[in-house]
């Protein structure tokens, strides 16, 4: 995805007047710009930002936190600022103003504004206009995630880009605009009641749906060995096999392919809000096979695997095998020993005769309307 | 000086009678014209637009003959269904007697169940499936001289031709075979006359729609592959709806 790739415009809100302070000391009223320039979220986590377009509140995911930045270029920036400053507004807070700075409350939970630090800035976390060009910058969220593997904050997270004249933090800001950021890491719960099948072309497998969660993947072990672990497998539900590779609960991290990257595990495929599906037996080369299911969810956070169900790959005859061992020998293709059909590979004589009698039938049925 | 009157008079006479046909002609008589004048009403009016084709749609259940078989039984029964459309055209039409018709159909049904292990016979999740898709070219012959001139609202009809019916079947993903059957078909239909208990919306119908009767029908038919084809035949039935436009 192109690096440009233009989402989550947020427009910059509306706002009372403030006093700006200008850098040069001097105290002005003024009215901060409305509108005045435009934020696009380019990249979350230091990938590209995949999300629906003009969709400020898309979820920063647990990959995006763990990456620990996001990207959001500011579009259209006016020319009579310098600096830009970023501001953290975890409660729904005003950051533009002049008191940003003073923190009312040192809870994670309070209304007190906390500036954050883009990679450059100068001491007092300002980061320098180029213009005419757009300002691309590189936010870091590690703050408002909070640390990998714990759970800081879900809700709405309004980040202020402050357009200013100087550097001081107590500056009024002349112009801003607000991204509004969800954060959602907690984990979907994984599938439960997963249960292979056997089969050889088309095996199926089941589970039963996890709630609020959008795709499943089958993560697949291919060596997976007969001798089930009864202590273990026995639990689970499954007694026909036994995974080295494969235990509930575990995490396994997907890549932005959605594939797995620890051989020799494959993920089969994605589904989407479905309850089962199947798989091809051929491709696994192995006549036995652990599976469990991975969950995701809107944000795109990714559960914990389910329980660890088995397939058997056994070779399978249907309809046509027993219609040949019973002395069946009707001839395939065209038929063309039957009467009526010389050779003539199947209607298609007919369907074209049939197109031309239309067709006729249509020019005389035109004809006479027109008389 | 009399004569003068009398070929002045006579002018004038022809000059208004050749108004009045002129008129005749060319007026468009208003509605409130048309609803004083009961023959000119629209369900007085004979109207009927040109009957060119049949469309008819179609379904039932069909056990192939194989299915009865040691090889076929795997689906236990399985009926289908069939579904169908028939389009024909009318090549001869005496009014509010019968149809000659010639045209076809297309349609389509599938067979399925559990395949099995080929270690142990025993059943697995994977299906086994037969899928079929007949074609058909007839004639028929229809008639609809009960509910036209009896007002017997009952048609019968008969068709004769010869299927083409596509098979294939498949174990899993994988398909084992394929092929055509062909052999005679026939069929016999009895139909309800829908024009007969709604004539105003038939009316309707056709001056809209250019639909010149409806009915329901059931329709028994017989299939019956020849040579090395795969018994599909069968006898069996189905209900439909069609349309004469």
Same mark, same amino acid.
């Given at each position: 995805m192109a690096l440009g790739l233009m989402l989550a415009a947020a427009r910059a809100t509306a706002q009372t007047p403030v006093t700006t302070t200008a850098g040069t000391g001097a105290t002005t009223s003024a009215q901060p710009s409305t509108n005045a320039f435009q934020i696009s979220l380019t990249k979350a986590g230091g990938k590209p930002y995949l999300g629906t377009p003009l969709n400020p509140t898309l979820p920063i995911n647990a990959q995006a936190c763990n990456q620990g930045t996001i990207q959001v270029e500011l579009l259209m920036l006016p020319a009579a600022y310098r600096y830009v400053q970023v501001w953290e507004a975890p409660m729904g807070g005003d950051c533009s103003g002049s008191g940003r700075s003073v923190s009312t409350s040192t809870s994670a939970t309070s209304n007190a504004c906390q500036q954050l630090r883009p990679p450059g800035t100068d001491s007092t976390g300002s980061t320098q206009i180029t213009l005419p060009a757009d300002q691309p910058i590189v936010v870091p969220i590690d703050d408002l995630c909070g640390a990998q593997g714990t759970i800081h904050f879900q809700g709405t997270i309004a980040l202020y880009f402050l357009l200013l004249h100087g550097t001081s933090v107590t500056e009024a800001a002349g112009a801003f605009s607000v991204l509004n950021l969800t954060i959602a890491t907690t984990p979907p719960d994984p599938a439960t009641n997963v249960q292979g099948n056997s089969g050889e072309t088309q095996i199926n497998v089941s589970w039963t749906r996890a709630a609020q969660t959008a795709q499943y993947f089958v993560v697949i072990d291919p060596t997976a060995i007969s001798t089930a672990d009864l202590t273990i497998d026995a639990g689970l539900g499954d007694t026909i096999c036994h995974s080295v590779e494969l235990t509930e609960g575990m995490t396994l991290n997907l890549d932005d392919d959605n594939r797995v990257n620890l051989r020799p595990l494959v993920v089969q495929d994605e589904h989407y809000s479905s309850d089962g599906t199947t798989i091809d037996g051929e491709s696994l080369n192995t006549p036995l096979a652990a599976f469990g299911v991975i969950t995701k969810d809107v944000a795109g956070n990714y559960s914990n695997l389910s329980n660890v169900s088995c397939i058997k790959v056994v070779p399978t005859t249907g309809f046509w095998a027993r219609y040949l061992a019973n002395g069946g020998d009707a001839e395939q293709g065209c038929a063309c020993s039957s009467v009526g059909s010389p050779r003539s590979r199947g209607p298609v004589g007919f369907l074209a005769g049939l197109a031309v009698f239309g067709l006729l039938a249509v020019r005389l049925r035109t004809r006479r309307r027109g008389q | 000086m009399r004569r003068q009157l009398c070929?002045?008079?006579?002018?004038?006479?022809?000059?208004?009678?050749?108004?009045?046909?002129?008129?005749?002609?060319?007026?468009?008589?208003?509605?409130?014209?048309?609803? =004083?004048?009961?023959?000119?009403?629209?369900?007085?009016?004979?109207?009927?637009?040109?009957?060119?084709?049949?469309?008819?749609?179609?379904?039932?259940?069909?056990?192939?003959?194989?299915?009865?078989?040691?090889?076929?039984?795997?689906?236990?029964?399985?009926?289908?269904?069939?579904?169908?459309?028939?389009?024909?055209?009318?090549?001869?039409?005496?009014?509010?007697?019968?149809?000659? %018709?010639?045209?076809?159909?297309?349609? %389509?049904?599938?067979?399925?169940?559990?395949?099995?292990?080929?270690?142990?016979? %025993?059943?697995?999740?994977?299906?086994? %499936?037969?899928?079929?898709?007949?074609?058909?070219?007839?004639?028929?012959?229809?008639?609809?001289?009960?509910?036209?001139?009896?007002?017997?609202?009952?048609?019968?009809?008969?068709?004769?031709?010869?299927?083409?019916?596509?098979?294939?079947?498949?174990?899993?993903?994988?398909?084992?075979?394929?092929?055509?059957?062909?052999?005679?078909?026939?069929?016999?239909?009895?139909? =309800?006359?829908?024009?007969?208990?709604?004539?105003?919306?038939?009316?309707?119908?056709?001056?809209?729609?250019?639909?010149?009767?409806?009915?329901?029908?059931?329709?028994?038919?017989?299939?019956?592959?020849?040579?090395?084809? =795969?018994?599909?035949?069968?006898?069996?039935?189905? =209900?439909?709806?069609?349309?004469?436009?």
């Open positions: - | 070929v002045r008079a006579l002018a004038g006479v022809c000059a208004l009678l050749v108004s009045a046909a002129a008129d005749g002609v060319h007026a468009e008589p208003d509605q409130s014209y048309t609803e =004083l004048e009961p023959r000119l009403k629209p369900a007085m009016r004979a109207f009927e637009s040109p009957e060119h084709f049949i469309l008819e749609l179609r379904g039932g259940p069909y056990t192939p003959s194989i299915v009865d078989t040691a090889a076929g039984n795997i689906f236990g029964g399985d009926k289908g269904p069939n579904f169908a459309a028939q389009l024909d055209g009318i090549l001869r039409r005496v009014p509010n007697f019968y149809y000659v %018709t010639l045209g076809g159909s297309i349609g %389509t049904l599938s067979y399925s169940a559990s395949a099995q292990s080929a270690i142990d016979g %025993t059943s697995v999740g994977e299906k086994t %499936t037969l899928s079929l898709i007949p074609v058909q070219a007839t004639a028929g012959i229809r008639f609809d001289v009960l509910p036209r001139k009896l007002h017997i609202p009952i048609i019968f009809g008969a068709r004769a031709g010869w299927e083409w019916a596509h098979w294939s079947t498949g174990t899993g993903a994988r398909t084992d075979a394929s092929g055509w059957s062909s052999g005679p078909v026939v069929s016999l239909q009895v139909a =309800l006359d829908l024009d007969s208990f709604e004539p105003n919306g038939a009316r309707s119908l056709d001056e809209e729609w250019g639909i010149n009767h409806t009915y329901l029908f059931g329709e028994l038919f017989h299939f019956e592959p020849v040579g090395r084809s =795969l018994p599909l035949g069968a006898t069996s039935w189905l =209900l439909g709806v069609g349309f004469i436009f």
